[in-house]
C-alpha cells in the first residue's frame, strides 16, 4: 500500500500516476503514421536509438488535443500486450478515446492497428530521493518494464509503463507513496499534465511550456498543426506561460 509523500530510509520513490491511460499503435507504416501526427520526432523513438520521448497531438489549429509520452515496444517485451513492434502511448485517461478517434481519422491506408491497452498496462513515476541526476530505472525493479526519463523537468525522474498485472515488482530500498505525492511534486515544478491544466483544443503548447519539455521538434518535417507552432516560434511572441506561484502571508517574515 502507498505510504506517506516522504521518507527518510528510501533511496526512491514511486507511485502509480493517476488518470492515465494506454493505447498501443503497431503495424509496418506505424512510424510514418505516428510522425505526421504528433509534433515530436519519433523516428529515434522507432528505431530503438532511444526509449522514447514526450509529445503533443495538435488540433489543425495549432492547439494541443492530448498530451502523450511515447514508448518503443518489441514484440513480447513485457509479455503483454501486441505481439509485433509499434509504440505504447502514455496518454490522459479522457484522451484515449478521442486520440483513437483521431488516429482514426487520418489513418486512411496507412498500414496500422490502433489499440486501447488501458487495462493492461499501468503508468508509474519513479524518483530519487537524494539530490543530483536520477539513475537509471532498472536496478529499482526485477520485472519486465519500459522507462523513460521524464524530459519535462530535471529531476521529474523516469516515466515508466509496467503490466497491470505485476505484483510487487520493487526491490528493496524503493518506496510506493501517493499519487498525490506525484501531483505534488510535478505542480511545485511547473510541470503540467492532463485536462486540468492542458485544456484540449485551447491550451497552445506554448501555455503550457511544451517547447521547454522537448515535445515540440522545429527541425522535423510536416505534422498537424505546425504551421501556427512554427510561425509562433520564429516570431518569438509568446503571450502567456503556465508557471508555479507561492503566495506568502504579509505578515511573513522577509
Not at 511515447?70 to 505481439?83: A, C, M, N, R, S
Request: glycine content about 10%; aromatic content about 8%.
Amino acid at each position: 500500500m502507498p505510504h506517506s509523500t516522504y521518507s527518510t530510509g528510501s533511496i526512491a520513490q514511486v507511485t502509480r500516476v493517476p488518470g492515465r491511460g494506454v493505447v498501443g499503435l503497431t503495424g509496418p507504416d506505424a512510424i510514418k503514421f505516428l510522425q505526421g501526427l504528433v509534433a515530436s520526432n519519433v523516428e529515434p523513438v522507432g528505431s530503438g536509438e532511444v526509449s522514447g520521448t514526450y509529445s503533443t497531438f495538435l488540433t489543425p489549429q495549432g492547439r494541443v488535443e492530448r498530451e502523450a509520452f511515447i514508448f518503443h515496444y518489441l514484440p513480447d517485451q513485457l509479455g503483454e500486450g501486441p505481439k509485433e513492434a509499434g509504440f505504447l502511448l502514455d496518454l490522459p485517461q479522457d484522451g484515449v478515446v478521442p486520440i483513437m478517434a483521431l488516429m482514426n481519422k487520418y489513418r486512411l491506408r496507412s498500414k496500422v492497428a490502433i489499440q486501447d491497452l488501458s487495462s493492461v498496462f499501468t503508468i508509474w513515476s519513479r524518483w530519487s530521493t537524494s539530490p543530483g541526476p536520477s539513475s537509471s530505472a532498472a536496478p529499482f525493479l526485477h520485472t519486465p518494464h519500459l522507462s523513460l526519463l521524464d524530459p519535462r523537468a530535471p529531476d521529474m525522474g523516469y516515466r515508466l509503463l509496467l503490466p497491470s498485472a505485476t505484483d510487487s515488482p520493487w526491490t528493496d530500498g524503493v518506496e510506493e507513496v501517493s499519487g498525490s505525492a506525484y501531483v505534488v511534486r510535478r505542480i511545485l515544478r511547473g510541470v503540467c499534465e492532463g485536462s486540468t491544466d492542458i485544456w484540449s483544443g485551447i491550451s497552445l503548447p506554448f501555455d503550457v511550456n511544451m517547447d521547454y519539455s522537448h515535445a515540440v521538434d522545429y527541425r522535423k518535417g510536416c505534422y498537424v498543426g505546425q504551421e501556427l507552432v512554427s510561425r509562433t516560434h520564429h516570431t518569438g511572441v509568446i503571450r502567456k506561460r503556465m508557471v508555479p506561484v507561492q503566495l506568502i502571508p504579509s505578515s511573513a517574515d522577509p
